[in-house]
């Protein structure tokens, strides 16, 4: 079974293409915006991703749920805390 | 040494000190990063670091004195891209506007890769909440008045950057 396909995210943010700080910056932004225990999926092809939205979330507060790949690409589901 | 509030949040402090493009990056990342993540940041800016509080950025780079710096093509074919180009000293020294080509190739490379403009970086820190204080005695020394920076700019000196350092979790000099 697919985990992905489990997550049910309430909104979607497209960080592709973006360097570091923007994907966290924009993470930021997007999470401000949502209620608590709502679910943010974020896409990043920033290969520095992987670890600062690890040390984000720990930072935050903000659960990390998953983090998966998919080839150069990578998803992040994110629960406001 | 602690905190003299323990409750309060995670805080970092910065000195930047160049206004060269290169030198530009790292105190508008570390800053936009922190204040992503919820932690008070201030960055006092000094010497050469007054001039990234100005309205208008014209942060510049020069590979002169840089010898370590690769210049890259933003254009062509990948392998054509990723040559290093050694600039002979003579060459970036006595061409005229060589140092504008060289800025423009590092802006160009860095869009291409996905890279915010200081602007957008500066930006980005002003809507986190970072503070972003001038150093009073360069503005002095350089003639800068308050009414040259953004309307966001606070001044400050010595003492007022300690006293903030010393309640940080992370101080760093750029």
Redesign the interface.
Known sequence: MNDVEVIKEDVVLDCSGMLCPMPIVKTTKAIKELQSGQILKMISTDAGSPPDIAAWSRQTGNELLLSTTEGNTFVFFLKKS | MSKSNPNAP?RLALISSKGTLDWAYPPF?LA??A?????EVGVFFTFYGLTLLKPELTAAVSPLGNPAMPMKMPFGPEGFKNINWQMPNLLMANVPGFEGLATNLMKQTFHN????TIE??RE?CL??DVRLIGCQMTMDVFGFKKEDFIPQAEIGGAATFLEYAADADVQLFI
């Not at chain 2, 204040?35 to 932690?39: E, I, S």
């Not at chain 2, 890769?113 to 915010?116: E, I, L, P, S």
């Open positions: 995670k990342i936009s990063a204040g992503a993540m919820g932690w890769k996905g890279v915010a957008e970086l980005s809507e986190l």
